[in-house]
């Protein structure tokens, strides 16, 4: 079993193809709409509380640590009981968390949004409306859309997509990529961010889910032929 690392580019290229490129049309726009709107401010404002940073904060280190325990639990889970599904699985996420990271890094490189101010007081400036447009103004770190939320929802949709019929993982999923998204929204990242890496990973889930789903076909239709031969 190998990483699938030979349909890695056809997967991001798929990413941008066809209906795919208007979702990113449609992150782009919906961002417009929010920041300009000034919802991405009031959204700020209206989540300074200690009750929501203690329910949520945790989505920041969780965001950024079970990308890559999930995938590790998987596989090792996969290998130990012979389950070719899980091993998959392991592999999907993995490429979903890669090609989220790759996509998310790219943009952020280009826009250079500023992120939110850590503490609201009487003094504190709206910097809601202010990207960095050019090239690594703002480095891969910080901006648009949130890397957090791609990589979760990537994760999740994947996942979704694998286990058609394990409501628990599903509703797991669900939960975890809104969990994640939603944290970040309240310290890191302004409201626009979580909607676009929501789209735009939703995407990158549906292309590697879909594709990682042919080889689970694959295997239960040599497993069931080995099976009655």
């Given at each position: 079993m190998i990483f699938r690392i030979e349909i890695l580019p056809?997967?991001?290229?798929?990413?941008?193809?066809?209906?795919?490129?208007?979702?990113?049309?449609?992150?782009?726009?919906?961002?417009?709409i929010i920041a300009t709107s000034d919802f991405d401010w009031l959204y700020f404002e209206s989540t300074r509380s200690s009750l929501l940073t203690s329910l949520l904060f945790p989505a920041v280190r969780l965001g950024g640590r079970l990308p890559i325990i999930v995938p590790l639990t998987l596989y090792v889970a996969g290998k130990v009981s012979k389950n070719f599904k899980a091993v998959n699985a392991a592999f999907a996420l993995c490429q979903s968390v890669l090609i989220g990271l790759l996509i998310a890094s790219f943009y952020k490189a280009f826009t250079g949004r500023v992120h939110p101010p850590r503490i609201l007081t009487q003094a504190t400036v709206d910097l809601s409306h202010k990207f960095q447009f050019g090239f690594m103004r703002g480095g891969v770190f910080w901006g648009w859309p949130s890397s957090h939320t791609v990589i979760a929802f990537a994760m999740s949709v994947s996942l979704f997509m694998l286990y058609p019929k394990k409501k628990l993982v599903r509703y797991l999923a669900?939960?975890?990529?809104?969990?994640?998204?939603?944290?970040?929204?309240?310290?890191?990242?302004?409201?626009?961010?979580?909607?676009?890496?929501?789209?735009?990973?939703?995407?990158?889930?549906?292309?590697?889910?879909?594709?990682?789903?042919?080889?689970?076909?694959?295997?239960?239709?040599?497993?069931?032929?080995?099976?009655?031969?």
């Open positions: 056809r997967n991001i290229i798929k990413c941008f193809s066809g209906y795919n490129l208007i979702w990113h049309l449609l992150a782009i726009i919906l961002t417009y669900i939960f975890y990529a809104f969990y994640i998204g939603l944290g970040v929204s309240i310290s890191i990242h302004w409201f626009s961010d979580f909607v676009a890496g929501a789209i735009i990973g939703t995407v990158i889930g549906l292309v590697v889910g879909k594709r990682f789903g042919e080889y689970n076909e694959d295997t239960t239709l040599i497993s069931q032929k080995n099976l009655y031969s």
